[in-house]
């Protein structure tokens, strides 16, 4: 089995993907952190704020990680942002099969609510050195744009509206 976890930034994707570790003893590939190997060892010229040219760059590596990983039968968690919610399109029924995607989308009032907590637990599991550029505006585009993406792709959806609980059951 295949988890992939996407969504915008400070969703919680890390957090959830740690929880499934804890829970089902699943490895999990942090998106991120494949980006920041390839960029301090100089294997990219890309940035971390370049997004499109990092999913276009990122995406066909770990599209490859999650194929060997189900030809393996291993079990796999991805998380991170890099996850294009048009996903399916790179992979086979027989693939397919063994995947399961999930955007988290946090909604405009939640955010409008809680964005003192969403900012506060930004370091929960990641180290972020810059976290200026992550502003109140900008988080609710950012989870409009994944609700919008996600709507167009008929993907599987956690919205975030209320409380923000991360319980695994089962």
């Known amino acids: 089995m295949i988890i992939l976890i996407t969504g915008a930034s400070h969703t919680g994707k890390t957090l959830l993907a740690q929880k499934l570790l804890e829970k089902y003893r699943y490895p999990y590939l942090s998106i991120d952190l494949l980006k920041m190997g390839l960029i301090r060892s ?7 704020y370049d997004d499109k040219e990092l999913e276009d ?14 030809e393996n039968r291993q079990n796999l968690i991805v998380e991170g ?14 693939y397919r099969n063994e995947i399961r995607c999930y955007c988290l989308v946090m909604s405009r009032n939640y955010i ?4 003192s907590d969403i900012k506060k637990y930004a ?17 609710i585009e950012e989870n409009e744009r994944y609700l919008r993406m996600c709507q167009e792709h008929n993907g ?15």
């Not at 100089?42 to 971390?48: D, E, G, Q, R, Y």
């Open 42 to 48: 100089k294997n990219t010229t890309l940035t971390p």
């Open 156 to 170: 599987n959806m956690i919205l975030i509206e209320d409380c923000y609980q991360i319980e695994i059951d089962g």
């Open 112 to 115: 409008q609510t809680h964005f």
């Open 123 to 139: 370091n929960e599991i990641e180290q972020r050195i810059d976290d200026t550029w992550c502003t109140m505006d900008f988080v």
């Open 57 to 70: 760059y990122l995406w066909p590596i770990v599209r490859e990680i999650i194929k060997t990983a189900i």
């Open 81 to 94: 942002c890099y996850i294009p919610l048009r996903w399916k399109e790179d992979f086979s029924d027989a």
